[in-house]
């Protein structure tokens, strides 16, 4: 059998597909073009159908294997690229895996090395960053009536939602106005501008937060 595209005039039968005749679909319609194997196994289907239209490669049961040949790259319009949430994939040799999968309710996004290490990239929508546990005590203050840099932390704190501040143990509220601030490491007794108490050097405070590891 010739070759598709060696064909041309009245040999060049339905569908045509060769320059400058273009392969004409119907619109509005589901599955206008189709090839599948003898088992009726698609491996291309595409769909004019108006507001649906859409293109399908593969299928779910012979679960053919594309690749993408040769130094070109592949590049995705503004619509972005959707991932199906899943499981950790096989280890490939020689290949890297990006793929998302379920943490809590969230679909999160992962890569896997050809090691088989996997790495989560994304939490809550943000970048996943490991997170470590930390506490200090504070004693030996005497503040009065001012605003007063009560420590300066050992470790960044990942967020200000992250720590809490407790005084003879009871929880203290952050935010301006309230009973403390905190800017990087450094938080701030508002005992002038805020509601917290003056100290004395029996209290004892306790900073619990989360820090880069």
């Excluded at 010739?2 to 589901?30: C, E, I, M, R």
């Excluded at 943490?103 to 989560?120: C, H, M, P, R, W």
């Excluded at 805020?194 to 306790?206: H, M, W």
Aim: hydrophobic share 35%; no cysteine.
């Amino acid at each position: 059998m010739p070759l598709h595209s060696s064909l041309s005039g009245a040999d060049l039968h339905d569908p045509k597909g060769k320059y400058p005749t273009a392969l004409s679909l119907d619109d509005n319609q589901a599955n206008a073009y189709l090839i599948e194997d003898s088992a009726g196994n698609d491996y291309l289907v595409i769909t004019t159908t108006n507001s649906g239209e859409l293109v399908l490669i593969g299928n779910a049961t012979t679960n053919p294997t594309f690749y993408f040949l040769g130094s070109g790259r592949i590049e995705v319009g503004t619509g972005g690229v959707s991932l199906t949430e899943g499981s950790n994939p096989s280890t490939l040799a020689n290949r890297g895996t990006l793929y998302t999968k379920d943490v809590a309710t969230n679909t999160e996004l992962f890569y896997k090395d050809s090691n088989g290490n996997v790495i989560q990239l994304t939490t809550l929508g943000g970048l996943f960053v490991p997170r470590v546990d930390r506490a200090e005590t504070i004693t030996g203050l005497t503040i009065t009536g001012t605003d007063t840099a009560l420590t300066t932390l050992a470790n960044t704190p990942i967020s200000n939602a992250s720590v809490k501040v407790f005084l003879n143990g009871v929880l203290l509220e952050e935010g301006a106005g309230r009973d403390y601030t905190i800017s990087g490491a450094v938080i701030t007794l508002l005992a002038n501008s805020g509601v917290a108490p003056d100290i004395v050097a029996a209290d004892r405070f306790r900073v619990i937060y989360q820090s880069a590891s």
